[in-house]
């Protein structure tokens, strides 16, 4: 009867090697694969929060409308304001889902805070009293920078609107720019420009406003 051979300590140890040189790989093949999937679903995440910024822009801007407003203290507000890079409108389409006696117009504005954030204000009403507090929605993180322009009916750019000099009149509060144009600096697409059309011939209802 032959005597049973087994493995030899070398042969067990070269086992063990091949062993833990194939986890080894198959760790670094996995880690690579999850990190890979996590850089993908960054990268989709943000481009998704930077089209639907843009998406809600598009959509404030196209449906804005000649109204102006009267702010807390009073004094007359133009229908479109940009000052020091913040924009403000009034804008049409406000959804009534109650059937609520109410105007269909809503008072936005965008600027950047503190924490490099894009917010979006809503009043919900047009005439503001004091003390009454705008909802606000963050649209997009990382911002750097962010410029706002506005294009005028010559072609002309202005940093500010309305860009008219002394007191205001019924002109100048109801004058709404040619098109609105966003720049910013955003990580980690770097620098993005959009222009949004305004419509030329919206009039504001008169009824509930």
């Known amino acids: 009867m032959k005597p049973i051979r087994g493995f030899t300590l070398l ?65 007359s507000v133009a229908a479109v304001v940009l000052k020091n890079n913040v924009l403000e409108l009034t804008r049409a389409g406000l959804p009534n889902p109650l059937k609520q006696v109410r105007s269909d117009l809503q008072r936005i504005s965008y600027q950047i805070n503190t924490k490099n954030e894009l917010v979006r204000s809503a009043w919900q009403q047009l005439d503001r009293d004091r003390g009454v507090k705008p909802q606000q929605t963050v649209l997009l993180t990382k911002i750097k920078t962010m410029t706002i322009k506005t294009h005028n009916q010559n072609g002309g750019t202005n940093n500010d609107w309305p860009s008219f000099q002394g007191s205001p009149d019924t002109k100048s509060l109801t004058e709404l720019p040619r098109s609105i144009e966003v720049t910013m600096n955003v990580e980690p697409w770097g620098e993005v420009t959009r222009v949004f059309a305004l419509p030329q011939s919206i009039e504001p209802k008169s009824a509930t406003q």
């Open 11 to 75: 042969e067990l140890l070269v086992a063990v090697a091949i062993f833990a040189l194939l986890g080894v790989g198959s760790y670094r093949l996995l880690a690579s694969t999850i990190n890979t999937r996590d850089a993908a679903k960054t990268h989709d995440d943000a481009l998704i929060q930077l089209q639907r910024t843009f998406i809600v822009m598009n959509r404030d801007v196209a449906q804005a409308v000649a109204r102006p407003i009267r702010d807390e203290y009073g004094d």
